[in-house]
């Protein structure tokens, strides 16, 4: 496994500004192992973080370090410019899951985000959001929440493959052919 560290600052302005895709645990429900779910648009640190630093600064005071796995960013810079002051970005490999983001803030202290990947459906992603942030069931890691969710995907997809695998069989007289098991 290798990753990118870029050590140059990245340029102030920000050509694409969008509101994070974020959700969060209610205040005062320290339950579980993750504070909440973030679906990136991209998996470009540089370009999405100042847009979770918008949501999450004013409900928890400024975010000043943030940890993630490099296994799924390309490029984990040093430091990462958010409206006026500097977030620094670490990286660990085997401390810290893959699908999980750390922030940590001086006031406040430390929270924990699942990292839905940008390519995921809608849908999966929705329900990603809510298993993160809901109080509901087990505590899972953020990598426990991630393979359950492909689990779904893939007994969808295995049923969807039932149905449309079923033999027909043709009944006397039915100009169409009728499908067996349904």
Do not use: C
């Amino acid at each position: 496994m290798s990753a990118t560290f870029d050590r140059r600052l990245p340029r102030q302005s920000q050509p694409e500004t969008s509101t994070a895709r974020i959700t969060l645990k209610p205040k005062g429900d320290t339950r579980g192992l993750l504070d909440g779910a973030w679906w990136p648009r991209s998996r470009d640190l540089t370009r999405e973080l100042p847009a979770l630093m918008d949501v999450l600064d004013p409900l928890w005071g400024r975010v000043t370090r943030v940890a993630v796995n490099p296994t799924y960013w390309p490029a984990v810079p040093h430091q990462i410019p958010v409206h006026g002051h500097v977030v620094k970005v670490g990286w660990f490999t085997a401390e810290l899951d893959p699908h999980k983001i750390l922030l940590l803030s001086y006031s406040v202290g430390r929270w924990d985000l699942l990292v839905i990947p940008p390519e995921t459906s809608p849908a999966s992603a929705e329900r990603l959001m809510a298993a993160a942030s809901g109080d509901e069931g087990l505590p899972l890691t953020a990598s426990a929440l991630m393979a359950a969710a492909h689990e779904d995907e893939d007994d969808a997809a295995s049923a969807d493959a039932v149905v449309t695998d079923l033999p027909e069989t043709v009944v006397p007289g039915r100009p169409e052919p009728l499908i067996v098991g349904t």
